[in-house]
């Protein structure tokens, strides 16, 4: 008898290491939310049914000192929206899905050819920053 209980708590103990071993390789794999820049302005956005352009929402240079490698953070409320950033217009059937409550991060660089347009019924806030690389 007590050598399967000495097994059995070789057992838990292996595998109690491999649970720790999985934590540690998903939390440093977990995407995490860049840095916002602060000084620069958040901007929001209503998204509808007709393309908007993120490009008129980006003014450079910004005054003060900011790094040369940035990106935008986008998130929405409301609803999903679809991307494009070839600078054609999205459909509510065509171009990259960011769904309701979720973030997108993407160079600066690109922002000007970005377009968004809502894939579903309502209305859709997209709040738009920049933020470290």
């Given at each position: 008898?007590?050598?399967?209980?000495?097994?059995?708590?070789?057992?838990?103990?292996?595998?109690?290491?491999?649970?720790?071993?999985?934590?540690?390789?998903?939390?440093?794999?977990?995407?995490?939310?860049?840095?916002?820049?602060?000084?620069l302005p958040m901007r929001e956005v209503l998204v509808g049914?007709?393309?908007?352009?993120?490009?008129?929402?980006f003014e450079s240079p910004y005054p003060g000192s900011y790094?040369?490698?940035?990106?935008?953070?986008?998130?929405?409320?409301?609803?999903?929206v679809r991307v494009r950033f070839d600078g054609e217009n999205?459909?509510?059937?065509?171009?990259?899905?960011?769904?309701?409550?979720?973030?997108?991060?993407?160079?600066?660089?690109?922002?000007?050819?970005?377009?968004?347009?809502?894939?579903?019924?309502?209305?859709?806030?997209?709040?738009?920053?920049?933020?470290?690389?």
């Amino acid at each position: 008898m007590e050598l399967i209980a000495a097994f059995e708590v070789t057992n838990m103990k292996k595998i109690l290491v491999v649970v720790v071993l999985f934590l540690v390789v998903l939390y440093a794999n977990a995407a995490t939310m860049p840095e916002v820049l602060s000084g620069l302005p958040m901007r929001e956005v209503l998204v509808g049914t007709n393309a908007v352009s993120l490009g008129s929402y980006f003014e450079s240079p910004y005054p003060g000192s900011y790094p040369s490698k940035r990106v935008i953070v986008l998130s929405t409320a409301g609803g999903d929206v679809r991307v494009r950033f070839d600078g054609e217009n999205p459909t509510s059937t065509n171009g990259h899905v960011v769904s309701n409550g979720s973030w997108l991060v993407w160079p600066s660089k690109n922002a000007n050819a970005a377009k968004l347009i809502r894939s579903g019924t309502n209305d859709v806030t997209v709040s738009i920053s920049e933020a470290a690389e």
